[in-house]
């Protein structure tokens, strides 16, 4: 184990950043399955029923840390990136990639178009109130 805890120290380095460039954590792939869906807000939760990532040695680390990330808290495509420090293509990649796996599973936020009109909201609860 490295002085990391993690067993990566050799694919970082602390002055140059990540050894291994971007486009080889994705195989050199731009695009995965289902990625129309996988915009900056697009929020990605671990699926309850998903093995073991670290168990998994066809994953990448960065996936394993996807899925770590995601399995407290549902993050953003965006949060993900930043936390990463990965660009949002790649991301979108090996969301993708976890997706097609069935360790994640993305979901969207309601578009402010869909959301109930602020004044319905009100006549409803003066509605409730008059009750």
Same mark, same amino acid.
């Given at each position: 184990?490295?002085?990391?805890?993690?067993?990566?120290?050799?694919?970082?380095?602390?002055?140059?950043?990540?050894?291994?460039? +971007?486009?080889?954590?994705?195989?050199?792939?731009?695009?995965?399955?289902?990625?129309?869906?996988?915009?900056? &807000?697009?929020?990605?939760?671990?699926?309850?029923?998903?093995?073991? +990532?670290?168990?998994?040695?066809?994953?990448?680390?960065?996936?394993?840390? &996807?899925?770590?990330?995601?399995?407290?808290?549902?993050?953003?495509?965006?949060?993900?990136?930043?936390?990463?420090?990965?660009?949002?293509?790649?991301? %979108?990649?090996?969301? /993708?990639?976890?997706?097609?796996?069935?360790?994640?599973?993305?979901?969207?936020?309601?578009? +402010?178009?869909?959301? +109930?009109?602020?004044? &319905?909201?009100?006549?409803? &609860?003066? /509605?409730? %109130?008059?009750?």
């Amino acid at each position: 184990m490295s002085a990391d805890g993690q067993g990566r120290s050799h694919w970082f380095d602390d002055e140059a950043g990540p050894v291994v460039r +971007p486009y080889a954590m994705t195989g050199g792939r731009t695009t995965s399955a289902g990625q129309h869906r996988l915009d900056l &807000i697009a929020v990605v939760l671990t699926e309850p029923q998903a093995d073991d +990532p670290d168990a998994d040695s066809s994953l990448s680390p960065e996936h394993v840390d &996807i899925v770590g990330l995601c399995r407290d808290t549902p993050q953003s495509v965006a949060e993900l990136a930043a936390e990463l420090d990965l660009p949002v293509g790649v991301v %979108r990649v090996l969301v /993708g990639d976890l997706v097609a796996r069935e360790f994640v599973h993305v979901t969207r936020p309601v578009p +402010p178009a869909e959301l +109930p009109d602020e004044s &319905i909201l009100r006549d409803v &609860i003066n /509605g409730l %109130r008059a009750l």
